[in-house]
């Protein structure tokens, strides 16, 4: 079955390090975004691709990276950098030409 | 004028009864006004979708109600059961395909 697959689904970091989040497609989608949620809010964008090999930040991009070398995948790094980074992430994607969006199911991110 | 308002925060609606979630925006440029339903530990998915030329959208109990004069759009869920229990998320079309959210509804059907 074609979908997103994120992993870890429940992550624990130590205070200062760097932890990646993976993020695969078997869809065939061109662009593929990251999304932050908090308790309470909506769906912050982190980074986006549209294809591969470039990306463009979001609007809370300060302290994450990603890359795009692949087109089914757009892992996530969430370095020291991120003052508060205990919250739940989504991946999601979306095929050219189309307006809607296909999510993973999230992986939790906390920090200890 | 990037914003999109959703309200209200937390709804409790009892089973077979109609749930509404309303929500407002200022940009007149966007142009896809979509629904996503998300479940506990899950990604949303899309629920229902509506454009700014079209005044109502239907989809088996689901239903967008848009004005576009007012800026507002709402969702209808009517006979509403408790599996319909999620968190639910509007959003609006900006340009290159990027979503603007509302902050989303918790909807709880009690039995």
């Known amino acids: 079955d074609g979908g997103i697959t994120q992993s870890p689904k429940y992550l624990f970091r130590k205070e200062g390090q760097n932890v990646t989040l993976s993020c695969e497609q078997n869809?065939?989608?061109?662009?593929m975004y990251w999304y932050r949620q908090d308790p309470g809010q909506g769906l912050r964008l982190i980074y986006y691709?549209?294809?591969?090999?470039?990306?463009q930040k979001g609007d809370i991009a300060e302290g994450y990276s990603v890359s795009r070398e692949k087109k089914e995948s757009f892992p996530l790094t969430v370095t020291s950098a991120q003052k508060n980074p205990t919250a739940f992430y989504l991946c999601?994607?979306?095929?050219?030409?189309?307006?809607?969006?296909?999510f993973g199911s999230g992986t939790r991110l906390t920090v200890v | 004028q990037q914003q999109v308002k959703q309200s209200p925060q937390s709804l409790i609606v009892q089973k077979g009864g109609i749930s509404i979630i309303n929500c407002a925006y200022e940009?007149?440029?966007?142009?896809?006004f979509p629904w996503y339903q998300q479940f506990p530990g899950k990604g949303p998915a899309l629920l229902i979708a509506?454009?700014?030329d079209v005044s109502e959208k239907k989809e088996g109990r689901f239903t967008i109600s848009f004005n576009k004069s007012a800026k507002q759009f709402s969702l209808h869920i009517m006979d509403s059961q408790p599996g319909d229990s999620a968190t639910y998320f509007c959003?609006?079309?900006?340009?290159?395909?990027?979503?603007?959210w509302g902050a989303g509804t918790k909807l709880i059907i009690k039995p």
């Open positions: 940009n007149t440029a966007f142009d896809y």
């Open positions: 509506i454009r700014p």
């Open positions: 869809l065939n989608h061109d662009a």
């Open positions: 999601a994607s979306r095929s050219q030409g189309s307006y809607g969006y296909t």
């Open positions: 959003a609006a079309r900006w340009s290159n395909y990027q979503l603007i």
């Open positions: 691709s549209q294809i591969v090999n470039d990306f």
